[in-house]
């Protein structure tokens, strides 16, 4: 069974900055597969925010995403990274990290992620 687990969610100032980490646990490597990172905001349906390719490392981003946040993967420390700058308060959300083989615009709508992490909550205040 493949565990996913989000970490640096917190609040923050509309402006700031924040990294969030995704990190694989029961020796699943995050390298070898696709890895989204998702939000749902509450009330709102779930949102594909960056994707990043297994294959190539090759990167996706959702419009709102676009400039701001970065995705990234440390295959050393088996970690997928998400660097998100300028937050804004509608960034606030629960965000979910998923592993699959889709890339691209498929991964973003959340199709082929077979697994997920539980979330870390990003408040971002005005």
């Known amino acids: 069974q493949v565990q996913l687990v989000e970490s640096g969610g917190k609040l923050v100032q509309a402006g700031g900055s924040l990294r969030l980490s995704c990190a694989a646990a029961?020796?699943?490597?995050?390298?070898?597969?696709?890895i989204g990172w998702f939000r749902q905001a509450p009330g709102k349906e779930r949102e594909g925010v960056a994707c990043i390719r297994g294959s190539d490392g090759t990167t996706y981003y959702s419009d709102s995403a676009k400039g701001r946040f970065t995705i990234s993967r440390d295959n050393a420390q088996n970690t997928v990274y998400l660097q998100m700058n300028s937050l804004k308060p509608e960034d606030t959300a629960v965000y979910f990290c998923?592993?699959?083989?889709?890339?691209?615009?498929?991964?973003?709508?959340?199709?082929?992620?077979?697994?997920w992490g539980v979330g870390t909550l990003v408040t971002v205040s005005s």
């Open positions: 029961n020796g699943f490597t995050l390298g070898y597969s696709g």
């Open positions: 998923a592993s699959g083989v889709s890339y691209g615009s498929t991964c973003l709508m959340g199709y082929g992620m077979d697994y």
